[in-house]
């Protein structure tokens, strides 16, 4: 228990440190914007109860608005995102992946599932943050073209993420 908690930690902070040293100095266009670390919260085993989910979720929000000067933005669309992923993974997932403890990953529930779950979070995230951050829908388009492409770049980032970091579990597993 002890040795999970602290390798939930340690990828906690290997994934915050590469967003915010890495991932937040790319500057692709202003179109683009990947947000990497909501991974921590889409790779959370099944079996994680609700409401530690939102806790979590709650916590990486507000680190990552603590870092970027976004007061409350990270904190929202992080918590919305945990909420729904609660759902999202009860009608997608079956009662052996629950009792198996499964975490919705690549190598254990395929590349197809993951990329949809992966993206339907991602959207979710994106679309909570980006209109909060322009307070409204005055630039509607030029928005949902920001959430588009920053989903995508971010799915992106993520599933090479998964293969590199996570391959060696799936040739063991």
């Given amino acids: 228990m002890i ?13 915050l440190l590469i967003q915010l040293l890495v991932v ?12 990497i670390y909501i991974s921590f919260i889409l790779l959370l085993p099944v079996t994680v109860k609700p409401w530690h989910v939102v806790a979590i979720s709650f916590l990486v929000g507000a680190v990552m608005d603590a870092f970027s000067s976004t007061p409350g933005l990270h904190i929202a669309a992080a918590n919305f995102m945990g909420f729904i992923r ?7 997932t079956t009662k052996e992946d629950i009792e198996g403890r499964i975490s919705p990953t690549l190598s254990q529930k395929g590349v197809v599932w993951f990329v949809f779950y992966c993206l339907m979070m991602t959207l979710i995230h994106h679309t909570i943050l980006f209109f909060l951050e ?7 388009f030029a928005t949902l073209t920001r959430i588009v492409m ?3 770049v971010t799915v992106m980032l993520i599933v090479l993420g998964q293969l590199v ?3 060696s ?4 597993g």
């Fill in 3 to 15: 040795l999970e908690i602290f390798t939930y930690l340690l990828r906690f902070a290997l994934i």
């Fill in 24 to 35: 937040n100095n790319i500057e692709l266009s202003s179109y683009v914007n990947p947000y």
């Fill in 86 to 92: 609660i759902h999202y993974l009860k009608a997608t």
């Fill in 134 to 140: 322009i307070y409204g829908f005055q630039e509607f």
């Fill in 150 to 152: 920053s989903s995508l």
């Fill in 165 to 167: 970091f996570f391959r």
């Fill in 169 to 172: 579990k799936q040739k063991n």
